[in-house]
């Protein structure tokens, strides 16, 4: 969705429950939510909501914070946990992968590892370049991010969240 690669950092900080629909299967009703915020009703399409985005007062920025609590508890209440469906598509995945052995997860992993903190040696030993550190540093930036989705495809996203999905996994039997 072309809302969650502009403005995905930015509602991810503001808005995190609409930033995680608009990435899955809700998506629509995520979009629907914030022409409500940014225009005062649902009708407003992605292109229009993205050009809202990009020139959003405090305001409106504000009231995209408060439909974010709207959202979830309005999520809630239709039995529909966000965190629930993220977990089941890195599931998903890994179920994938188990069953094709398919090597380009493990490439890419190894890639982005190697990228990752190839880069970080690079500028502990050499330090920042004169030109080009905005592109360095944005690189660095999304290897660190990609990183992190390495490692919770592998390992999960913490300690906590195995213990919750062996909960949820209960409650569902």
Do not use: C
């Not at 429950?17 to 990435?23: F, N, P, Q, Y």
């Not at 992605?46 to 007062?57: G, L």
């Not at 405090?58 to 914070?65: S, V």
């Not at 390495?150 to 569902?172: H, I, P, R, W």
């Amino acid at each position: 969705m072309d809302l969650l690669a502009k403005f995905g950092p930015l509602l991810g900080q503001l808005a995190p429950s609409i930033a995680t629909a608009l990435g899955g299967p809700l998506a629509g009703v995520a979009v629907k939510t914030l022409s409500s915020a940014l225009f005062g009703h649902e009708d407003g399409t992605e292109e229009q909501i993205s050009e809202a985005m990009a020139s959003a007062t405090p305001d409106q920025l504000a009231a995209i914070k408060k439909i974010d609590a709207d959202f979830k508890v309005q999520m809630k209440s239709l039995d529909i946990d966000l965190e629930r469906i993220a977990a089941g598509d890195r599931d998903s995945a890994r179920q994938m992968q188990r069953e094709t052995k398919d090597w380009t997860p493990k490439a890419l992993a190894f890639f982005i590892t190697f990228g990752f903190f190839g880069a970080l040696i690079w500028i502990m030993v050499f330090g920042i370049p004169q030109t080009g550190t905005e592109v360095l540093l944005m690189m660095l930036g999304s290897l660190s991010t990609s990183w992190t989705g390495v490692m919770q495809f592998y390992f999960g996203s913490s300690a906590g969240s195995k213990e919750k999905n062996s909960l949820l996994a209960a409650k569902d039997k």
